[in-house]
T-cell receptor, first 116, second 110 residues
Framework: DAGVIQSPRHEVTEMGQEVTLRCKPI?????LFWYRQTMMRGLELLIY????????DSGMPEDRFSAKMPNASFSTLKIQPSEPRDSAVYFC??????????????FGPGTRLTVT | RKEVEQDPGPFNVPEGATVAFNCTYS??????FFWYRQDCRKEPKLLMS???SGNEDGRFTAQLNRASQYISLLIRDSKLSDSATYLC???????????FGAGTRLAVHP
């Protein structure tokens, strides 16, 4: 079975440019999470969706960041305009919320973003 | 206080050794608990869930103490391939959301 798919795997861009990261969750999963990981701050939750609806976006750093989930099999995280401090690895994860209280998440390989 | 506290390590152990990691969490409403491992420059991968009665998966044993809000992971007969960062992960009580600790680094040497 395919796991979580993310693209691109690497992105190098200049400050001020728009960046779009893409994620395809595991088929059948109904929750999707976007994380950012840096050495300084570790793994931070940016936003998560349940049944395509954003539930908690309190981790989104500022208005430059936006995320969408137009359908159950696709999500995007957009940064516009990008800044050097956005350089990090961005992970997408998905899980199946059965309402049982056991919420293991499965991660994609990540997108390594460098903003110069 | 941090939501999840772990000793960052590194724990440097020889092959075959037994090593234990501990973590504490602050949210008493957490319902689910996991250990993830993360290799350098890779994504976190689920190692095992942690159940109230304690559970074992091969060389790995996880324990949960809800009263003390404490989770542990024991690795027996360490292998070189166990070298990684181990992340303690409680859920954010009542929500389909996980809180990742900063991790404990393990280095197993020959």
């Amino acid at each position: 079975d395919a796991g979580v798919i993310q693209s691109p795997r690497h992105e190098v861009t200049e400050m001020g440019q728009e960046v779009t990261l893409r994620c395809k969750p595991i088929s059948g999963h109904n929750s999707l999470f976007w994380y950012r990981q840096t050495m300084m701050r570790g793994l931070e939750l940016l936003i998560y969706f349940n049944n395509n609806v954003p539930i908690d976006d309190s981790g989104m750093p500022e208005d430059r960041f936006s995320a969408k989930m137009p359908n159950a099999s696709f999500s995007t995280l957009k940064i516009q305009p990008s800044e050097p401090r956005d350089s990090a690895v961005y992970f997408c994860a998905s899980s199946l919320d059965r309402g049982t209280g056991n919420y293991e998440q499965y991660f994609g390989p990540g997108t390594r973003l460098t903003v110069t | 206080r941090k939501e999840v506290e772990q000793d960052p390590g590194p724990f440097n152990v020889p092959e075959g050794a037994t090593v234990a990691f501990n973590c504490t969490y602050s949210n008493s409403a957490s319902q689910s608990f996991f250990w993830y491992r993360q290799d350098c420059r890779k994504e976190p991968k689920l190692l095992m869930s942690v159940y109230s009665s304690g559970n074992e998966d091969g060389r790995f044993t996880a324990q949960l103490n809800r009263a003390s809000q404490y989770i542990s992971l024991l690795i027996r007969d360490s292998k070189l391939s166990d070298s990684a960062t181990y992340l303690c992960v409680p859920s954010s009580g009542g929500y389909n959301k996980l809180i990742f600790g900063a991790g404990t680094r393990l280095a197993v040497h020959p």
